[in-house]
């Protein structure tokens, strides 16, 4: 094995246990062997809760997911900002196959962008983008087709 | 327009790139007059941070022109000399408002993988892979800049383009090690690498009252600049004893703060050099750290190590031991630079600060890959090859 291609399939397997181990840990089971339901993802919003839910409304993104969640919203300790937590009502809806969370289809990754979105409206007015960029000639190779997959769901998978 | 990219583990080619567009509303276009290699590329480069995809358009430290503005850009217009900051902060989110840039929430649009890695994800940062967010980097004829009113900064009439350059990235990492490493009037600081950042990271300990700092490298050239033009003692660590030179120099107490500008690829002698380099081709360790086990073993108790080098994941052999009994105060970051470029300006226009003379090899970026290999071999002196992408 060439150094280059060693040192990128190392560097890979860091990144892929760490993953192994967020996919082991959603998974986990309670005490007496039933499948825990999936957290809460909560996102911390630098605004007082008067301007990041104003009269209870939401930031569109959640909005937009309607009766389908549940959202809390509350003050965030130490003058931090304000604390936006949701959750599908159905737990049904929080299990997905794999195929689906590859295409970032899946509901959880859904919750989890609009979730990064809504603070990124709240905070900043608009959400950042980085497509496209300017880029030399790509080749197709395995790496690559990765690492584009990797980028597609980006915003929508991470430990929120 | 034309732009050096990564092609492959240690593959750059220039190559005929789209134009970038404005993609947000606060978001301005650079023309790109000058830009430099710096040493956390050559971890890129090299695939030790193997998010980079081929094709992508490397560089993050670099000054230019706007050509273009946003609709929500208030402080530029078209023509203003611009110094940009490496890292991309939004300037509104809670890290930013504690003045801790670089770990923006609204920076990086890819926080997945960071997210795994690290745990959370710091902002994002120009050509620095998909890892920090996929935005292109500047060592190209043009750059997108987002959040343009936190991170480009007016270059003032009386700072010479060559000078300004280095207040994008070297000069405000240095600023970060010694203002976070609390570095104090009456202190000692030890800098471990005589690179652009560690230079940086010592006239930054000046400037805040050290009364002594030592730099410490294997390179005489940057040794010799380290002396000249940062007014700095040296040590060279292929000649001496670092930690004996040390404890004689500061009384046998150690150097109050030590701060490590090496990174993941350092060298060191003896057989910790074969350990740590046989370790990290077998993956069992990503970076190399024996800098940072030096600069631990020599600070005095109660003193203060901080990381300033860029390391990727996890290390072997760390002493953790020392860190606890001697009651250090270990501490990191990437770069604030917002937080420091204004005051790195005023000291470049007032003379108190030199950094053109790290820009050894100027070139046009056509040649960039030839600089990268010459700054990557410190052939023939090199400590900065700086690229003009319109030459």
Redesign the interface.
Known sequence: MR?????????????AA??VR?LWTRTSTQADGATTRERWLVV?V?LPQEEAAPDGRLPEPLAELGDRIEVEVRPAPGD??TEIAARYRDPKEEHAGLASRVEGESPRQQLRSAL?RS??LL????V????????????A?PG?AL??L??E???????? | MRALCWTGVNKLSVETVDDPQLLNSEDVIVKVTLGTSCGSDLHLIGGYIPFMRAGDILGHEFMGEVVEVGSAVRKHQVGDRVVVCSFIACGRCWYCRQQLFSLCDNGNPNPAITEALWGFAPGGCFGYSHAMGGHAGSHAQYVRVPYADHGAFPVPDGVDDMTALFASDSAATGWTGADLGEVRPGDTVAVWGAGGVGQMAAAAAWARGAERVVVIDRLVNRLQQAEQHVSAETLNYEETDIGGELRELTGGRGPDVCIEAVGMEAHTTGPMQVYDQVKQQLRLQTDRPSAVREAVHACRKGGTVFTLGVFAAVVDKFPLGAVMNKGLTLRGAQMHGHRYIPEILERMEAGTLKTSHLATHVMSLEDAPKGYQMFKDKEDGCVRAVFRPHD
């Not at chain 1, 950042?128 to 080749?139: D, Q």
């Open positions: 150094l280059g291609t060693s040192v990128v399939v190392g560097a890979l397997g860091v990144g760490a993953l967020r911390t630098a931090k900002g990064r603070k990124q905070e900043v007015g608009e950042l983008r980085v497509s496209p960029a300017p880029h030399g000639e790509r080749s190779t690559g690492q584009e990797v980028t769901v980006g915003r929508k998978e991470g430990r929120l």
